[in-house]
Structure formats: C-alpha cells, structure tokens
T-cell receptor
Framework: NAGVTQTPKFQVLKTGQSMTLQCAQD?????MSWYRQDPGMGLRLIHY???????DQGEVPNGYNVSRSTTEDFPLRLLSAAPSQTSVYFC??????????????FGPGTRLTVL | AQSVTQPDIHITVSEGASLELRCNYS??????LFWYVQSPGQGLQLLLK??????LVQGIKGFEAEFKRSQSSFNLRKPSVHWSDAAEYFC?????????????FGAGTRLAVHP
C-alpha cells in the first residue's frame, strides 16, 4: 500500500491564482481530512469528509473548497490564493468501524508559498 | 472549549539523557490521546496512543506516555534519547464527534539532541 499520497510536494503561486492540492489514499478509509500547519500553531483542520459525497468544514475553512467524489480522492482547492494561505498542507485518512475512534494516517505534505 | 497545551516550545537534551515532553488538555470527556512525531520535511508518524485501560502506554522507538486523569496530562517520556529522535513532537487529543474522528493538535515541541 502507498498509504496517503499528496501532490505536488512544493508549489509557488501568485496572489489570486487558483490551484488544487491532490490527496489520495489506497486503504479504503472512509474518513479524510485536510490540515494546514503553521509555525507555533500545530495543525489546524480545514475540511473533512466522512465518506464519498459528504464533506464538512473544520476550524479554518475560509478560502478553501473540497469535494469527495470517490473514496480514494479528496482534493483541496484554492480558488484565489492569498499570502495568508502560505503554509504546509497535510492530508490524512482514517477508517470507520462504527461509533469509535481510529487513528489518522498522514500524507507527506505539500509546501505552498503564495507571493 | 477543547484545547491542548504543550508548554515547552523547544527542548534540548544530550544524547543518552532522559526526556519528558509535557502535554495538558482540556476536553469535555476523557479523550483519546495521541503523540505524533514529525521529522524535518516529513509528514506525521504516530508514536503511541491511549484509548482506555492501562494508563502507561508503550509506543514505537522506545517512547512511552502516561495518562493522568486527575492532571489532564499525557506526558511523553523516553529513558535514553538518541540523536535520531531530534524532531517535532505533537500531542493530540481526539474524540468521535458528529460521525467523525476529530483531532486537536498542540503547537508542538521541537527537540534538539546534542551529541
């Protein structure tokens, strides 16, 4: 299994440009999430999904869109990039076995710089 | 409100010395508790987790953590640090809420190891 994969690893954008960060997992996990990591702030949840076709907002959703058309993929879209979105982005997935918690598996991250 | 505090932003220890990284949380109920490690330029790797039962949990790489309900703490320990342990460590309480595994990350503790 490749686990959770993310592309690209690095990206530089100009203010106002759009782009999509890709995330895929091959573990058949129902739950997928996007986090951003900023110095001194740990990881903060942007959006998450509990299954194909179902998404919801996390702690810092503004400026980001997501969709989940398949179990495997969970892309994150920046419609009009801003310098405040300069960050490292992590995708994570976990499985569901009912009403209990299961650990999240993280991808390697995408480092995004917005000029 | 749910929160987690890692009081130490940076810690430096000598190789072979013991280590304790502190974590305190504020949560509505006893959460599930995790420690993740992030090596430079890498994603997050799970070190250990506490769900229930024995309050002293063992993890990978010789780490252990002790859950103390009365102190709302989940401190990470290692008896003898190796140079390869230099990394950033994140404490993350979580819970199953609204049909999703939600994690709250601390700001992280960056560990430097002197030879």
């Amino acid at each position: 299994n490749a686990g959770v994969t993310q592309t690209p690893k690095f990206q530089v954008l100009k203010t106002g440009q759009s782009m999509t960060l890709q995330c895929a997992q091959d573990m058949n996990h129902e739950y997928m999430s996007w986090y951003r990591q900023d110095p001194g702030m740990g990881l903060r949840l942007i959006h998450y999904s509990v299954g194909a076709g179902i998404t919801d907002q996390g702690e810092v959703p503004n400026g980001y869109n997501v969709s989940r058309s398949t179990t495997e993929d969970f892309p994150l879209r920046l419609l009009s990039a801003a310098p405040s979105q300069t960050s490292v982005y992590f995708c994570a997935s976990s499985y569901s076995n009912g009403n209990s918690y299961n650990e999240q598996f993280f991808g390697p991250g995408t480092r995004l710089t917005v000029l | 409100a749910q929160s987690v505090t890692q009081p130490d932003i940076h810690i430096t220890v000598s190789e072979g010395a013991s280590l304790e990284l502190r974590c305190n949380y504020s949560y509505g109920a006893t959460p599930y508790l995790f420690w993740y490690v992030q090596s430079p330029g890498q994603g997050l790797q799970l070190l250990l987790k506490y769900f229930s039962g024995d309050t002293l949990v063992q993890g990978i790489k010789g780490f252990e953590a002790e859950f103390k309900r009365s102190q709302s703490s989940f401190n990470l320990r290692k008896p003898s640090v190796h140079w390869s342990d230099a990394a950033e460590y994140f404490c993350a309480p979580g819970g199953f809420s609204g049909g999703y595994n939600k994690l709250i990350f601390g700001a992280g503790t960056r560990l430097a190891v002197h030879p």
